[in-house]
């Protein structure tokens, strides 16, 4: 049987398809890094601020509730348009049986409104909780608000992409993507978020944490 790709090995394929977009992607890179954005991410060790968010499905959830019945990996994604997401989702999606036996829960945070959310199903499986941050007020909470450049914004527009009516206005920024195990106290136990959106944490590696701190 053959190995299954790691979710890094997926992203190196989609940075190849996708090469015509890579100087623009390495310019936001840069001047975020330059800009010191994402320094204040919450990391492992800390406790998650308290939030409550709408689901896909329009219920209002506070994460704590959801705590209480065992950890949670909070997932920060830009949304169902970014073929970097897409894997990422896909990867999880695959990766759900071990992450449910050793305990824990998926919890995907997209900035999407207007039913889009919801429709990330068909790519991660009907399980995983679904929260719409909208506005992009969670991300701000925790540090992963980044704003867009005026090229990339142009650039989307011209390929087709309304950010602004994906996420109800608020398309001058997006999230970092960020992967978080949370434990039932709200303390992290595994912290990743990188500005190079290209850059994503394994889920292997975020359930051999959870594995670890089971055992």
Known sequence: ????????????????????WEPAYDRMVAGLLASGAAAAVPAAGERL?????????????RLADRLAEGPLVLSFQRG?????????????????????????????????????????????????????DVDHGAAMALGLAVPLPQELQRRYRDAGLDLDR??????????????FLVDRGG?????????????RAEPADVVARLRALSA
């Open 1 to 20: 049987m053959s190995r299954a790709a790691t979710l890094a090995e997926t992203l190196a394929e989609t940075r190849i398809a996708r090469a015509v």
């Open 49 to 61: 601020p308290a939030l409550a968010l709408p689901d896909s499905r329009g219920r209002w959830t």
């Open 80 to 132: 169902g348009w970014c073929p970097y997401c897409r894997a990422e989702m896909e990867a999880w999606r695959q990766a759900l049986p071990d992450l449910h036996a050793a305990g824990g829960r998926l919890a995907l945070v997209t900035p999407e409104t207007g039913g889009r959310a919801e429709r990330l199903r068909e790519i991660v499986g009907p399980d995983p909780l679904i929260l719409c």
């Open 166 to 179: 994906l996420t109800g206005g608020a398309g001058e920024f997006v999230p970092v993507p960020a992967t």
């Open 187 to 199: 303390i992290l136990r595994f912290a990743h978020a990188h500005v190079d959106f290209r850059i």
